[in-house]
């Protein structure tokens, strides 16, 4: 049961891997960047279940604290690069935001 | 059951990036966050469980839903790039084979019994350093964003 929950994790940070490379829109950038986050958060809360590691689910209440600052920080750069070039792919910027 | 929830949060987050539209995309979204934080219930977790549903599905979502009022709601189709599921798919196995690698000597630590644990003292002294120091230049990043963003707008005013 450990392994194949683990597998789901990796899983799960496959699937945000390829949403963050594969250069599409901004809002599916940030959902990925969210699931790779996630995907961590699943692998300290199961093996904190599995083995016993209680101090992980410490540490994977700091990962949310950052990963919501994270989702602030890039609403607010994806917001400001759509104010400068009226575009949302990152692929098609060709100015400087700031 | 478990299997079941995670199969089930697996799909919807390859259709929260799969489907065109942006607000299915984003229900998709909340949707696999709610299930997340309901499986993080069932595996004894349960104050984690409830972080992950207020904060990814309430308070992460509504921060999106503002950046996609701000923005616009359509996307023009973006150009993907081919080599990113082969880039995934080797994350996905080299991940698994280094795990599967170490999974033997991790079992053993199921055998040892339960130790007290002071959690900040003995195991997150330095790791809270650090992660304060990121946490703080986010705070800074977040602070200097928005003023980019209020002098741009003054600019265009």
């Known amino acids: 049961m450990f392994e194949i929950e683990m597998l789901f994790a990796f899983a799960l940070f496959g699937v945000g891997l390829y949403g963050v490379t594969s250069g599409r829109d901004f809002l599916r950038i940030l959902f990925s960047l969210e699931m790779l986050l996630n995907a961590v958060i699943m692998m300290l809360a199961i093996t904190a279940h599995y083995l016993g590691m209680t101090q992980n689910i410490t540490m994977a209440y700091m990962v949310i604290v950052l990963a919501t600052l994270e989702a602030g920080v890039g609403i607010l750069i994806f917001a400001l690069a759509h104010k400068v070039s009226k575009m949302v792919i990152p692929d098609d910027y060709t100015q400087e935001v700031i | ?157």
């Open chain 2, 1 to 157: 059951m478990n299997i079941l929830l995670l199969t089930i949060i697996l799909l919807l987050a390859v259709a929260s990036l799969m489907i065109k539209k942006t607000v299915p995309a984003m229900i998709s979204f909340a949707l696999m966050m709610l299930l997340l934080g309901l499986y993080y219930m069932s595996i004894d977790a349960k104050l984690l469980g409830l972080f992950q549903i207020f904060i990814y599905a309430g308070g992460i979502v509504v921060l999106l839903l503002f950046g996609i009022t701000i923005i616009g709601i359509e996307f023009p189709k973006a150009k993907t790039r081919p080599l990113a599921v082969v880039n995934a798919l080797l994350v996905f196995v080299i991940l698994s084979t280094i795990f599967f690698r170490g999974v033997d000597s991790l079992s053993k630590v199921i055998d040892k019994p339960t130790e007290d644990i002071h959690l900040f003292a003995h195991s997150f002294s330095d790791m809270v350093i650090l992660f304060a120091l990121i946490g703080t230049s986010l705070l800074y990043g977040t602070i200097k964003m928005t003023d980019a963003l209020r002098s741009k707008r003054r600019k265009d005013v």
